[in-house]
């Protein structure tokens, strides 16, 4: 009898709770899967593969569809048209962040990803016009790049035609880069310090991508109890923190106002310059979190980016040939590659757009909200509704590619071989809050890549046919398969 009067309670509180909560909704929400009280669509969703699954949503829903995380609404955005629309043509709108469980416990709302409002455009500001005129009379950012790839080349010699997996060494490379402009120098490859950096980094971005760190994000209020590798994401961060503001330290004890060196001596000089100033946003919670996240972003998604691009060369032999070829008669194979050279090899442009696009490690997007009530395609979304711009669907969108699977150079070509413009290119996101890094992440691309196909040709103990390019599954980014590699100069 009492079990029986339990299960009629909990079932009457569940009703009511479904009523309360319906009747509270807007009208004219995104169509999408029926959630169910409290817990929403979770049951109804792969853990181990939410990017088909949103996708499948989009292809069932519309466009414009939404699901629930828990409580928490989440608007799926299919499509390229749609992605602009919202983004460009309504880009002061949905110039906000939406919400994740990790960064804003991480976070909290301080640096220059995650945060909004005034905080966001200080931070945003600050840090691209610091990356822009970065050097002040000392070397340039391309200059940096350009000596971060010689010294990967000479990393590479000393392979003397081994196998061996490259991710460790891009990691390195992109990772030096970053370094020599937030913290003033590049360290040694066989840096304690710095592989321990890195290799927390990895960590922290595989928890990240994996199923337990996805589900955590999304849907915090429920997963926060069980237990898993997501806790010790906060453990991780706080060793970051406690490593860049020892580098922070460092930096106030030897400043000089009239010569900075990098990223942080400019944002102490900035914070001295606006002490009295109460609404500043130049504090020490800022600078440490927008260094762990330019750090961060600084280095895996570039790093990836290139293993992807290796990975397809190898699976594309005529391609490699062809690239160097272009390469040959433009640069030769002595002259240091510069930025102004992509433009005058074409097919090189063209081959790093399709592997960008083709690549896709941000299916997902990063995510975004209305700053105030909206309507999309005819649906109400609220303020502050995390929204999802599926890029996947926007960089595999075949209105805009053809036959979009396939990697295929010649989505970024016209018919006389000159470089082509495609509007659904945006592996940097679109809009107002477009990756404050891409300049950076595509000069890296260019000169990384180049510099090695000009002075090495690139080999694999597996046939071409037999490589797979598709990503490694059950992550919530695209990351390739582990793959080793070996080097010969040419």
């Not at 569809?65 to 629309?85: A, C, F, T």
């Not at 760190?213 to 806790?231: D, E, M, R, T, Y």
């Not at 460092?250 to 009295?276: A, G, Q, S, V, W």
């Not at 062809?322 to 002595?334: N, T």
Request: glycine share 6%; aromatic share 12%.
């Amino acid at each position: 009898m009492e079990l029986a009067v339990s299960l009629l309670l909990v079932c009457t509180v569940t009703f009511l709770i479904l009523i309360f909560t319906r009747s509270r909704k807007p009208s004219n929400l995104p169509p999408g899967p029926t959630p169910l009280p409290l817990i929403g669509n979770i049951l109804q969703l792969n853990f181990k593969d939410f990017v088909k699954d949103f996708v499948k949503i989009g292809s069932k829903y519309g466009p414009v569809s939404m699901i629930y995380m828990g409580r928490q609404p989440v608007v799926l955005l299919n499509g390229h048209d749609v992605v602009r629309e919202a983004f460009v043509d309504n880009g002061e709108v949905y110039s906000d962040r939406g919400h994740l469980a990790f960064p804003d416990m991480a976070f909290r709302g301080y640096g220059i990803v995650f945060s909004n409002g005034e905080r966001w455009k200080q931070m945003r500001r600050f840090s691209l016009s610091t990356l822009r005129n970065f050097g002040m009379g000392k070397r340039s950012l391309e200059e940096r790049v350009q000596e971060e790839a010689k010294c990967l080349g000479e990393e590479l010699q000393k392979k003397k035609g081994e196998l061996f997996d490259p991710t460790y060494l891009l990691s390195l490379a992109v990772s030096n880069v970053i370094c020599s402009i937030v913290f003033g120098a590049r360290f040694e490859y066989e840096d304690k310090e710095f592989l321990a950096m890195l290799a927390l980094m990895k960590e922290t971005f595989q928890i990240l991508a994996s199923p337990w760190g996805q589900v955590f994000n999304l849907a915090p209020s429920i997963f926060k109890h069980f237990p898993g590798s997501h806790h010790k994401l906060f453990s991780n961060v706080n060793t970051f923190r406690e490593y860049v503001m020892e580098k922070v330290k460092t930096h106030e004890e030897t400043l000089d106002e009239n010569c900075p060196r990098d990223y942080i001596d400019c944002f102490i000089t900035k914070m001295k310059e606006e002490k009295d100033n109460s609404n500043s946003e130049f504090n020490y919670e800022n600078l440490w979190v927008n260094l762990l996240q330019l750090f961060f972003a600084g280095t895996e998604t570039t790093s990836t980016t290139l293993r992807y691009a290796i990975l397809i060369l190898l699976k594309h032999p005529e391609i490699q040939k062809k690239l160097q070829d272009e390469m040959d008669s433009v640069i030769g194979q002595d002259q240091d590659p510069s930025v102004a050279d992509r433009l005058k090899m074409p097919y090189l442009d063209a081959v790093i757009h399709e592997i960008q696009r083709f690549a896709d490690i941000l299916p997902l997007g990063v995510l975004r909200a209305p700053s105030k009530d909206t309507t999309l395609r005819g649906f109400t979304i609220p303020k502050g509704t995390t929204v999802f711009p599926m890029l996947t669907t926007v960089l595999k969108d075949e209105k805009y590619f053809p036959d979009a699977q396939k990697f295929d150079p010649g989505h970024f070509l016209n018919e006389n071989g000159s470089a082509k413009k495609n509007d659904a290119f945006m592996p940097f996101s679109i809009g107002k809050r477009i990756c404050v890094g891409e300049g950076l992440a595509r000069m890296e691309i260019f000169l990384f890549l180049t510099y090695i196909l000009q002075k090495f040709n690139l080999k694999c103990n597996i046939k071409p046919e037999e490589i797979d390019l598709s990503p490694i599954p059950f992550r919530g980014n695209f990351t390739p398969r582990p793959y080793e590699i070996s080097v010969s100069l040419r």
